[in-house]
């Protein structure tokens, strides 16, 4: 009691103690400040950035300041072609990476549910994933040649080896014991696919989804660099012959910005679908 007292206000408020184990506690919220915390997150590099390209110690062509990169943007935009550039992308990005989700779901949901085909596709994929995608580009542009199938499967390459790995484990997560379960019910295997396996791995099997549409969006920088006349990645490239840093931070600033736009729509996707999981 006299521990419970020392702890609190007099107004039964938490003390300035216990609000601090409140925010520092292992996998605990940040509470009220979560608001705060992620504007901090963003402002703080911000204004390390900028206070370094006022500090004169950087030139101006190597380090730009934020108000210059912006005013780079609005040109692109309204004089540049950033409409053309950012559809084409998009459009690359999307077609490769659904490309790669419609086919590894499939794959690692077998490969995590039945031993058997586990076995036979984990190896390949353990050995294909550990190539890095780019060393695939020479061979890439002969097979596909410089047009939008090149880049497609490039983004396909990246993306899909790792996402058939991560979907196998996600549904190897599945605990045992609910298979067992339904087992004694008498549910088929084909009602323990569709109804106990499939539904349990769904919030993890979007996670993956959401983390790997990340990686799309690297790859698809990669693909534009070496064979395109449009996009992102080409104008990025495009820049630095010139040395239009500003346009470059531009070029990267927009890919983050799309694909954090991306990540809180999946994010809000799985809150909604699935209320009693938790995002990492």
């Known amino acids: 009691m006299k521990k419970y007292l ?8 938490p003390s300035a103690q216990q609000a601090r184990k409140r925010l520092w506690a292992v996998r605990g919220g940040p509470g009220n400040h979560e608001f705060l915390v992620r504007c901090l997150g963003f402002m703080i590099p911000l204004a390390i950035w900028w206070a370094a390209s006022l500090s004169g110690l ?3 062509t190597f380090l730009p300041d934020p108000p210059k990169v912006l005013k780079r943007l609005l040109l692109w935009i309204s004089d540049e072609g950033f409409g053309q550039d950012f559809w084409i992308s998009f459009v690359r990005v999307s077609s490769g990476f659904l490309l790669a989700a419609v086919l590894a779901l499939p794959i690692g949901v077998l490969a995590g549910t039945f031993r058997r085909v586990q076995i036979f596709i984990e190896p390949l994929m353990d050995f294909i994933r550990y190539m890095p995608a780019v060393a695939f580009v020479p061979l890439v542009l002969l097979w596909c040649g410089v047009g939008e199938a090149s880049k497609i499967a490039l983004i396909f390459i990246g993306t899909f080896f790792q996402m058939v790995l991560m ?13 067992e379960a339904a087992q004694t019910m008498g549910a088929t295997r084909r009602e323990l696919l569709f109804k106990v396996i499939l539904p349990s791995a769904a919030p993890a099997l979007l996670d993956t989804i959401r983390v790997t549409l990340g990686w799309a969006w690297t790859y698809l ?39 954090l736009i991306q990540d809180q729509l999946l994010r809000a996707i799985y809150r909604k679908r699935f209320p009693y999981a938790q995002s990492n």
């Open 167 to 179: 979907m196998a484990g996600n549904v190897r997560q599945v605990p045992m014991a609910q298979i």
């Open 58 to 60: 950087i030139p101006e």
């Open 6 to 13: 020392s702890s609190t206000t007099n107004t039964g408020k």
């Open 221 to 259: 920088v990669v693909a534009e660099l070496v064979a395109a006349n449009e996009g992102l990645g080409y104008a990025i490239l495009r820049a630095q012959r010139f040395l239009l840093t500003d346009k470059i931070f531009a070029g990267i600033l927009v890919i983050g910005l799309i694909g």
